[in-house]
């Protein structure tokens, strides 16, 4: 066939298919759908139409544009057809070459309008860039269309005639049609492949995230297990019931031994629609024997419906975290039982323990610096041989003493890498090497002030230094080892001064006490617990010590601490404790309020002495006292028969002949009414006179019932009791004679006792004179003032004296020089005169007798004293 | 307190220094109708003794200036003749025997029996050599 035949032949062809019919429309249409969707990509879908719209439609050579990255031009597409008229790939070659702006050349009308552009003959068009290589070529009609996704032109194709056509409507529309669904293929197309995409990354980040995935369906079937679930699991998805997952992969609570209980699981419970944040489980299997901590989350899976499908569990590996937490909380631990008051070997112990833990192969020991300065005592190296701790205990310190002696000296770090070869362990190295030691880093422990402590070493089996993270627990190590030692040592020398005290008030009976305000705590001697009625243990405080003091007195006792503690630094108080069951102490308690060098109150350091029994002998002496003057006074009342008698029965027979005198009177009927009447008169008298002698009598033998003094004046007081006494003087021949001052000052005295004092004396000296003969029984009381500051009385008797040596003797108890005394009586004399305030005393007079004199001192002339 | 009417014979002396039984003795003497004359004062009655007679004198033992016993002593020198009755505060068997010794014709100790003590004033009074004499 000739060329010419060829192009007749295809023109008619042409002709027919430029207008095809319905059905082959449709029958295009559907080719080309079930071929497009078939297709791959954009390319291949594209191949498909340029193809399958040349052969039905007769054109000679369709082409696709697509714009470029950042959508500026439009770039000629890989693909094209082409009848396979060689001159047709010249204008390939053309458009190849060509980009096209918005609204330039066929390609950029179309791209620009979003619509088909038909030209009847591009020769002719102005806007045809590729005019030339068209005319070469013999181009004419040409179409352009756009597929479009949604809004957007994803491409451009075009197709060429060799001869100039019309605009054919129908045939643009099929194109369109194919276009447009093309276009629709396309679309889903991207979204598949942008799926595909996303689950590609999501995929990647699955398999390369460090957290464990996993996703199971409603029925406990595994959809997703990422690798770091197999990691941290042990093994991949299984077909295993979700009631075995805990047995399969090693779950445990955080008691590392009790599997996880499978209803509780995260992801059982996420399948089950609940939420689960932040649970912490316990994993170890063959692959993991140390075992792993995880910490899951989990959330429920859900279809567009809302219905639950299945769950899914992010799991992080915590052991490290966990790791840490533990460490930490083991340090507060040790820092508790420091706080706690462990032994400090128990407490180092521990920390080595803890240390030792926190990496393989590490083992640790603490010496101590004996208080010297000089040598090294064992602290704690539970998992050295005993014989290292046996021989290290009490080696020395010095620039060459192994790592620890070594670095106590310096005050520094002292790592050696490798004990066989460094000097510093020249006198240590059999040892190690028996012990298998190879590298030994010791750090000194300091005080907070800056003393060496002792020393926290690292040992390893092998040669090296320290890594930063043994560094960072040497760190912690030495920290914790100075509290710990520090405190100890603060405790015994607080021990040490508690036990001296306490030595030292036991030894006096004394409670020694110490109350710590800021901690609110309090201390107190053995003896003191014993005082105040505290257990041995019982831990004690201020408020406690207070809780015994007598209800009565707490308050004021409160007080006086308060006012110690603020200001006055000095604490004193007496007053009585209440025991358990009711006891009750007298004490007396003294203390002093320590502070710092900033002034800050430190202590309340104090004593209290228990003078429960002083007190009780007090007032048993008091009683004794009070006793004994009352029966010498009886006794004085006995020795003053005659007085007494004569005294009662002088008013008494006067009364009773008075009342015979009137009978009789009365029964002779001669009365004189004047008579009568000074006769019951002088009755009236005389009984009122007995009546006095009987109080008088009754004042000195009642017992000290009322004790008040008054202002007296002694003269006043001395006649008194010499009317007292006055008939004994009489009966027994003898004479008082008294001397008054009468400018004596008024005294501030016990009547009464005052009273007894004179009759003690003045009975005494009435036995003095006995011996002698009537006409020498002489006694002389004299009264004057010494100096207006005191009032003298003396009491002289002519009589046998006192005992030459100590006159004074006459005062003490049961001293006696009368057959019939009791020697109680000048006893009672000095006891009433001291408690007066005043003294007495004795001395034998020059010429012959006795001297008694005593002086109370004179009230002082304000006017308080003068009302009283 | 004396009777200016009676003879010394029918006088009734009586020496107690304390005021209050003096008067009250007197008074039961004067209610029985005796006579009496009282003193305050020992040295007093002595100094009346030696210028009269006197038949009865009751003595008080305890006296500041002078005990009666030591009164009786000097009495039974100055007036041998009369009886003398002693009356005393104190139950003191010593001066009661010193006193019985020395020819007392009573002794009674304060407060005592107006009947007895009247009675043995009369009594004294009835044996005197003088009253003897006149009856």
Known sequence: ?868 | MTSGEKSDAEIVCLVDDDLSVLKSIQRLLASDGLSVRGFNKPKEFLAHVQTHSVPVVILDIWMEEMSGLELQAQLSRLSPGTRVIIITGCDDPAAKLTALQHGVVAFFTKPFDDDQFLTAVRGALAIHPMNERAR
Not at chain 1, 171 to 189: C, F, N, P, S, T
Not at chain 1, 748 to 761: G, H
């Open chain 1, 1 to 868: 066939m000739s060329e010419r035949d060829k192009i007749d032949k295809k023109s008619d062809e042409r002709q027919e298919i430029a207008d095809p019919s319905r059905e082959e429309q449709l029958s295009l249409l559907q080719t080309i759908t079930m071929e497009v969707a078939a297709a791959s990509d954009l390319w291949s879908a594209l191949d498909v139409v340029l193809r399958r719209v040349c052969e039905k439609t007769g054109w000679v050579l369709g082409q696709a544009w697509m714009p470029n990255q950042d959508g500026t031009v439009l770039d000629c597409g890989p693909v094209c057809f082409c009848s396979g008229e060689d001159g047709l790939t010249k204008f390939r070659v053309a458009s190849e070459g060509s980009h096209f702006r918005p609204g330039v050349g066929l390609p950029g009308r179309v791209w620009q309008l979003k619509r088909s552009a038909w030209i009847e003959d591009v020769t002719q068009d102005p806007n045809f860039p590729r005019t030339k290589a068209a005319t070469k070529v013999g181009l004419k009609a040409a179409v352009g269309i756009p597929i479009l996704s949604g809004d957007e032109v994803i491409a451009v194709i075009e197709f060429f005639l060799q001869e100039s056509r019309a605009t054919n409507e129908r045939l643009v529309k099929v194109i369109a049609a194919v276009a447009a669904q093309l276009g629709l293929v396309m679309e889903r197309k991207r979204a598949v492949e942008e799926l595909s995409r996303t689950n590609e990354i999501l995929q990647s980040i699955l398999s390369s995230m460090g957290d464990a995935v996993i996703v199971a369906d409603k029925q406990g079937n595994f959809l997703l297990f990422n690798p770091a679930a197999e990691r941290m699991f042990g093994k991949g998805a299984t077909q295993t019931a979700s009631s075995e997952w805990s047995h399969q992969y090693g779950l445990y609570l955080s008691d590392k031994v009790t599997p996880f209980p499978a209803d509780q699981l995260p992801l059982t419970r996420s399948i089950r629609g609940e939420e689960v944040n932040n649970v912490e489980v316990f994993v170890r299997h063959d692959k993991a024997p140390q075992g792993l901590w995880t910490r899951i989350n989990g959330r429920p899976l859900r279809g567009p419906d809302g219905e639950l499908s299945g769950g899914v569990i992010v799991c992080r590996d915590i052991t490290e975290i966990k790791k840490e937490e533990f460490f930490l909380f083991d340090q507060s631990r040790v820092l508790e039982m420091i706080g706690a008051n462990a032994s400090l070997s128990e407490v180092l112990t521990s920390l080595v323990l803890l240390m030792e833990g926190q990496a393989d192969g590490l083992r640790c020991s603490i010496l101590l610096l004996n208080r010297d300065g000089k040598h090294v005592r064992h602290g704690a190296a539970p998992n050295l041989p005993e014989a290292y701790v046996k021989a290290v205990d009490g080696a020395p310190i010095g620039p060459r003493n192994g790592s620890c002696g070594t670095a106590m000296y310096l005050r520094k770090q002292v790592v050696v890498k490798d004990v066989m070869t460094d000097p510093l362990w020249a006198d240590y190295r059999k040892l190690a090497e028996i012990c298998g030691l190879r590298a030994c880093w010791s750090t000194p422990i300091l005080s907070p002030h800056g003393d060496v402590l002792g020393s926290f070493a690292m040992y390893r089996e092998e040669t090296r230094g320290p890594q930063p993270e043994e560094l960072r627990l040497t760190q912690i190590a030495t920290h914790i080892a100075g509290i710990a030692i520090d405190r100890q040592r603060a405790q015994e020398t607080l021990r040490e001064r508690e036990a001296r005290i306490s030595l030292a008030a036991e030894s006096a009976d004394l409670a020694f006490w110490v109350i710590y305000p800021e901690q609110n705590t309090a201390w107190m001697s053995d003896k003191g617990r014993a005082i105040y009625g505290f257990d041995s243990q019982l831990p004690l405080n201020r408020d406690l010590i207070c809780g015994r003091v007598h209800p009565d007195e707490r308050a004021a006792v409160h007080a006086a601490f308060d006012r110690a503690c603020a200001s006055i630094g000095l604490f004193e108080s007496e007053h009585r404790l209440v025991l358990p069951y009711g006891r009750t102490r007298w004490v007396i308690a003294r203390g002093r309020c320590l502070h710092d060098e900033h002034g800050n109150l430190l202590e309340l350091i104090g004593v209290t002495i228990d003078v429960s029994a002083q007190k009780q002998a007090d007032l048993q002496l008091q009683i004794q006292r009070e006793e004994m003057s009352h029966f010498n006074r009886v006794a004085l009342m006995g020795e003053m028969t005659a007085s007494v008698a004569h005294e009662l029965n002088q008013p008494l027979t006067a009364i009773a002949n008075n009342a015979s005198a009137a009978r009789r009177f009365l029964q002779r009927g001669n009365i004189d009414p004047v008579l009568l009447q000074q006769l019951l008169q002088d009755m009236v008298a005389d009984s009122q006179r007995a009546g006095e002698v009987i109080r008088g009598i009754r004042a000195l033998v009642q017992k000290d019932k009322n004790v008040a003094r008054s202002m007296l004046n002694l003269n006043t007081v001395i006649a008194d009791t010499l009317r007292l006494v006055s008939s004994d003087i009489v009966l027994r021949e003898s004479v008082v004679i008294t001397e008054m001052d009468h400018g004596l000052p008024q005294v501030e005295a016990v009547p009464v006792q005052i009273q007894q004092v004179l009759l003690n004396l003045i009975m005494n000296a009435l036995d003095a004179v006995q011996a002698c003969p009537p006409a020498k029984r002489r006694i002389i009381i004299s009264t004057r003032s010494l100096n207006g500051a005191s009032a003298e009385v003396t009491v002289r008797d002519f009589g046998t004296g006192l005992p030459k040596d100590r006159p004074d003797k006459v005062f003490d108890h049961f001293f006696s020089t009368k057959q019939t005394g009791m020697g109680m009586g000048l006893t009672i004399v000095r006891s009433i005169i001291e408690t007066h305030g005043g003294k007495i005393s004795a001395e034998n007079a020059p010429d012959r007798g006795a001297r008694f004199f005593f002086h109370l001192p004179a009230v002082r002339g304000d006017s308080k004293s003068q009302a009283a």
